[in-house]
């Protein structure tokens, strides 16, 4: 049974999604009062289940939990909140119309006797915790106005009014600037300081190896190893998350660009509320040539990927390829161009209950004359099913059959499939957007080598990424986006990660 | 395949228990009175010719219905793209005349092309002026409703009747049976292969069903939504206005008041219970035929009233539409169980 001085007991828990996705297979973990224990593993590896299974959001199927020496089972988060455990997502779930106080004491106002809102009690009750914490938050702000990071600390603190004394952190970096990261980690130091348990999930090892006591290693569902932080190393710690060793080196070659070949000059897009979303954009890819698009999400990427592939026209300003002005081509025409992976499988890339042939052939069904029959009222389904085997070949898709429903691929082979569809078109100019988003270490090696490959065959590619290792490792130039403005443009080897931090934190070089 | 076979029988032999328990209820005989249903519906002498027959409009209205709901495309003006689709077969019969082998196929587009006009117009406001096509569709029904009725009593009516319908349409566009068969179940199986072969062997076909399921991607992927949109539109509605051409052409062969009945509401029922599905729309649309028919028969035979039949019908679609979902989530779940269970 559960030993006295953990705090927490997680033991041989199974979970397996409806209807065989095997995401826990028989761990155990347990967690000790005060400590910061880091949860590391690739996408999919079962972090995110796992600690939703101890906050009940998710049922599990076997094992049992312990939490302070009592079984427990949590029908719902509320009930977890209420023991004292917190769970803080990867998506942020506040809402942006109210205050900093407003959303923190949401769901467990003060009132007065006639139970109506004591605002007054409720902003002195917040204020007390920040100073306490000493969070550096303005409780009466908007939060639509405030940073990211303080929407992060406004969702920590408003598990802290509730007395939460186990937080739980989904990936909390994730959404950060490399400057952002390491006030957040004195936080939750101090929070550690004062008694609080944290536990954190990320898969990015510096991070981990910082700030943490503990550490424990998934994989596919199973739990590899827990570890000392003081007696481990990244290399040790990426062996165990992959199962073999991983190389951090960029095998880009150096290669002279070669003529324009995707251009913007003075893109505007202005949205309805009338705020400027792009401002005076001025962007060239050459043949052979990465660029990437660094910028903390919400600044615009959304709008450039829209203006370029054709979902919404720019209010001024024209776009080029391959000195065609496509500004005002319908889709069809651009995408004898553009070759696009959008950041989003289930919504923008792909149809999930069409077969996965169906998939793979979409837009080669209007562009490719193999598969038009009868002047294009009919489609050759034969040389469809030619086709999609050449893509399961080439990117060695990993799949049951081509009719199955797209959705039964996991995301690294739904990728994969993409992937094959966009780069099969053979056109000049490709857009990814967050190409490895969500994908396993395998998966994202693979997509990396994809990229670097029509790099060298000399297509001009846009990269929007908001991993910046990622741009590092690819990219030969790196543009940063910053309220709808790109306020710097570098070579990729005449910068590093802090100058490009700061950029995309303040739009310039050195922070006033 | 068989999941959907499955939910298919469980919904249809469930509705038919529920049924008998309410007969018991009321002290009626159920056996008996299932026996006459089917009696008059399947093996009666000419039943079956009957009941296929009265197939047809509720399985073309369900496949217009299946057809636009599984494009995306709400489509709910089946009742009224019906009654135009009639009203033109109606005025082509009274004022055109050529011998039958042009007469009826000049009938038959004439019915398609009053449905697609129809639907063609709610879909001109939603191009024209972004009307979502689900209200416009809506209103349309109430519009050909009143209309037909007006140009049935006033310049189309037939001096020699007392209520109000039309003279008969020219006997060279009459569908006369062939032994007991009527040749609109001919022409409702051709459009039912057509569609099929439409739907998933056409390019536009494949641009529909992918619209479908995620428009995003599909216009992202090329396809041009919008036309796409207006041509669902038009296919849909002919389908609905080949309904009622049907109806006039092999029945009364001349536009009566109340006419489309509820064929066409019943047709957007026998999409939903389908899931869009058209092979299932031409299953279910022959099953809810056998219900209506034999309804009939069984009145005669039992003291039931046929209203049963409505019981029914709602009974089959509830359970059918509710143990879809839940089928699966079961199964899913039994899967999971035995799962988690292999790994001690």
């Keep these: 049974m559960a030993a006295i001085e953990e705090l927490i007991s997680l033991n041989n828990i199974v979970k397996v999604y409806p209807p065989n996705v095997l995401a826990l297979d028989d761990v155990s973990i347990s967690f000790r009062e005060g400590e910061i224990h880091a949860l590391v593993g690739e996408n999919g590896a079962g972090k995110s289940t796992l600690m939703k299974v101890l906050y009940g959001l998710v049922p599990f199927n076997q094992g049992n939990i312990f939490y302070r020496g009592r079984r427990v089972r949590f029908q719902e988060p509320g009930e977890a909140i209420a023991a004292g455990i917190g769970m803080v997502h990867q998506e942020i779930l506040l809402i942006p119309e109210f205050t900093v106080w407003e959303n923190i004491v949401l769901g467990s106002e003060p009132v007065d006797q006639w139970g109506r809102l004591d605002e007054e009690r409720a902003r002195q009750l917040v204020g007390e915790k920040i100073q306490e914490f000493q969070f550096h938050l303005n409780p009466s702000a908007r939060v639509e106005d405030i940073s990211v990071a303080a929407r992060q600390k406004v969702e920590i603190l408003k598990l802290l009014y509730r007395r939460v004394s186990v937080l739980i952190l989904d990936e909390p970096t994730a959404v950060l600037t490399p400057q952002e990261i390491p006030l957040l980690f004195a936080e939750l130091s101090r929070l550690r300081a004062s008694g609080h348990t944290i536990i954190f999930i990320s898969h990015r090892l510096e991070e981990v190896l910082a700030l943490s006591d503990r550490i424990t290693v998934l994989r596919k569902g199973k739990k590899v190893a827990t570890v000392e932080a003081g007696e481990t190393t990244r290399q040790e710690l990426a062996r165990l998350m992959v199962g073999r060793d991983v190389l951090f080196l960029s095998r880009r070659k150096p290669q002279t660009p070669g003529k324009v070949v995707f251009k913007t000059e003075n893109l505007n897009f202005v949205n309805n509320q009338s705020r400027h979303q792009l401002h005076n954009i001025q962007l060239k890819v050459h043949a052979g040539e990465i660029v990437a698009v660094a910028g903390v999400e919400g600044n615009g990427q959304f709008e450039l990927v829209n203006a370029i592939m054709g979902l919404n026209q720019p209010t001024s300003g024209k776009i080029f390829v391959d000195t065609t002005d496509i500004t005002q081509t319908e889709i069809l025409e651009r995408r004898r161009l553009i070759s696009f992976v959008p950041q989003d499988r289930g919504k923008m890339g792909a149809s999930l209950s069409a077969m996965v042939m169906e998939n793979a052939m979409m837009t080669h069904h209007r562009l490719n004359p193999r598969f038009i029959l009868w002047k294009g009222l009919l489609l050759n389904f034969n040389y469809a099913q030619i086709f999609t085997d050449q893509i399961v070949d080439r990117f060695k898709v990993i799949l049951s059959s081509k009719f199955s429903p797209f959705r039964s691929l996991s995301g690294g082979n739904q990728q994969k499939v993409i992937l094959g569809r966009e780069l099969l078109l053979d056109n000049p100019f490709l857009l990814l957007d967050q190409p490895t988003r969500g994908l396993d270490v395998g998966s994202i090696e693979y997509v990396h080598e994809q990229i670097l490959r029509i790099r060298q065959e000399g297509k001009a590619i846009l990269m929007i990424s908001a991993d910046l290792e990622e741009i590092f490792l690819l990219a030969d130039r790196i543009v940063v986006l910053y309220r709808g403005e790109l306020v710097a443009d570098l070579p990729s080897d005449k910068t590093n990660v802090e100058e490009i931090g700061r950029y995309m934190l303040t739009g310039k070089a050195i922070p006033e | ?344």
């Excluded at chain 2, 249809?12 to 309410?22: C, D, E, P, Q, S």
């Excluded at chain 2, 249903?37 to 217009?64: C, I, Q, Y």
């Excluded at chain 2, 009053?114 to 416009?136: D, H, K, P, Q, T």
């Excluded at chain 2, 035979?301 to 089928?327: D, K, M």
Aim: proline share 3%; with cysteine.
């Design chain 2, 1 to 344: 395949m068989i999941q959907k076979s499955i939910n298919g029988i469980l919904g249809i032999f469930t509705a038919l228990l529920i049924g008998a328990v309410m007969m018991l209820a009321q002290g009626f005989d159920p056996l008996a009175t299932y026996q006459s249903l089917f009696d008059f519906s399947l093996f009666r002498s000419s039943s079956l010719a009957t009941t296929l027959k009265n197939a047809v409009p509720l399985v073309l209205t369900g496949l217009s219905a299946s057809m636009a709901f599984a494009s995306g495309v709400i489509n709910l003006g089946q009742p009224g793209q019906l009654l135009i689709g009639a009203l033109f077969v109606t005025l082509g019969g009274l004022y055109i005349d050529l011998p039958p082998i042009l007469m009826i196929p000049f009938l038959v587009l004439m019915a398609m092309f009053g449905g697609a006009l129809w639907a063609g117009l709610a879909a001109l406001m939603r191009r024209a002026f972004n009307m979502s096509e689900f209200i416009v569709t809506l209103m349309l029904n109430m519009i050909a409703d009143f209309f037909t009725l007006w140009a049935i009593t006033n310049p189309l009516k037939d001096e020699s009747a007392f209520s109000a319908m039309t003279p008969p349409i020219t006997r060279s566009g009459w569908l006369h049976e062939i032994g007991a068969f009527n040749p609109s179940i001919l022409i409702m199986l051709a459009a039912v292969a057509g569609m099929w072969f439409v739907f998933n062997r056409w390019n536009a076909g494949y641009e529909w069903r992918i619209t479908g399921q995620n428009s995003l991607f599909a216009r992202l992927g090329g396809c041009k939504v919008d036309r796409n949109f207006v041509s669902i539109m038009l296919v849909t509605g002919a389908l609905a206005g080949l309904a009622g051409g049907m109806v006039v052409m092999a029945g009364p062969h001349r536009f009566l008041r109340g006419l489309g009945a509820n064929y066409a509401w019943d047709g957007v029922m026998i999409a939903i219970v389908a899931n869009s599905g058209l092979i299932a729309t031409l299953l279910y649309g022959l099953f809810f035929s056998i219900f209506q028919t034999g309804a009939l028969g069984m009145e005669l035979i039992t003291n039931v009233p046929s209203e049963i039949i409505v019981v029914l019908q709602a009974v089959t679609v509830l359970v059918i539409v509710a143990s879809r979902e839940y089928l699966n989530i079961t199964l899913d779940r039994l899967a999971a169980k035995r799962r988690a269970r292999e790994r001690f």
